[in-house]
């Protein structure tokens, strides 16, 4: 299971990226679980979320929505 701040599936932000977008990952030493995090200029309606309103959809792909966001592995294999 993939907990993603801000309550979009792991799975559609991971089909959004692009070769421009930034990221790091980093596991647990002790568990092996891991975490992204990312810079994403992708317009999301965020409604109801502590991301709502960063951006409008006039905005996607563009600075004006650029942000940083995450995703972190709390369950199953670790990456090592």
């Known amino acids: 299971m993939v907990s993603v701040g801000d309550g979009v599936s792991a799975a559609s932000k991971i089909a959004k990226y692009s070769a421009a977008d930034d990221f790091g990952v980093t596991a647990s ?40 966001d995450y995703a972190t592995q709390t369950a199953g294999a670790g990456i090592f």
């Open 29 to 68: 030493p002790t568990t092996g679980l891991a975490s992204i995090t990312f810079s994403d200029d992708q317009y999301a309606d965020n409604a109801g979320t502590s991301n709502a309103g960063e951006c409008t959809a006039a905005g996607n792909n563009t600075s004006a929505c650029d942000h940083t």
